[in-house]
Nanobody, 115 residues
Framework: QARLVESGGGPVQAGGSLRLSCAAS????????MHWYRQAPGKQREFVAG???????TYADSVKGRFTISRDGAENTVALQMNSLKPEDTAVYYC?????????WGQGTQVTVSS
């Protein structure tokens, strides 16, 4: 059974850094494009960053230059390094895996950035 499990969230002060990780199991990881999304209170879930199975990378404009996505095929993990965090980055961050006809989400990890 496919499962995505996020870790690494928590409280941090503005300007600080956090590294999120998502461990995938039950899927052929190398076939999947992996993404990070986030959802702030009262807002819609939004795309943050994505890396496909040939490591083409895209970022939301709001995080370019501050966040870095990477994947490790040996460990079946995808990471999101978040630097220069801002209070507006506060949200629940979700890992998402996608390939044609298949779509999986993790349970989310809370990131809270205080000013």
């Amino acid at each position: 059974q496919a499962r995505l499990v996020e870790s690494g969230g928590g409280p941090v002060q503005a300007g600080g850094s956090l590294r999120l990780s998502c461990a995938a199991s039950g899927i052929t990881f190398s076939f999947y494009a992996m993404h990070w999304y986030r959802q702030a209170p009262g807002k819609q879930r939004e795309f943050v960053a994505g890396i496909d199975n040939v490591e083409r990378i895209t970022y939301a404009d709001s995080v370019k230059g501050r966040f870095t996505i990477s994947r490790d095929g040996a460990e079946n993990t995808v990471a999101l390094q978040m630097n220069s965090l801002k209070p507006e980055d506060t949200a629940v961050y979700y890992c998402h895996g996608q390939r044609f006809g298949f779509d999986y989400w993790g349970q989310g990890t809370q990131v809270t950035v205080s000013s």
